[in-house]
């Protein structure tokens, strides 16, 4: 069984924005297929793209720790999971 999610933070920025698939991860198999990783469009024209931060091996599955990077490129520090919780 896979997890897979984005932090608190992020869940809230990209509410209610246009979601869409721009690639995958063929690292992790989920429900059959490669991970599919989305981009996020904000209403105020905004784009961020999902990427993986990390993974955790636990008894029921691994859990894939979703972060955030913007149009720039440069990573959405707030969208980071704290190291505690990714080890």
């Known amino acids: 069984m896979f997890e897979v999610d984005l932090n608190g933070w992020a869940q809230k920025l990209v509410e209610g924005a246009a979601k869409s698939e721009y690639s995958c991860n063929l690292r992790f198999i989920v429900h ?12 105020d024209g905004r784009m961020f793209y999902e990427y993986v931060q990390g993974e955790k091996v636990v008894e029921a599955g691994t859990v894939v720790f979703l972060a955030l ?13 704290s190291e505690r919780a990714i080890q």
């Open 32 to 43: 059959g297929g490669p991970l599919k990783l989305h981009q996020y469009t904000l209403p």
């Open 69 to 81: 990077y913007g149009s720039d490129g440069k990573v959405v520090h707030e969208s980071l999971w």
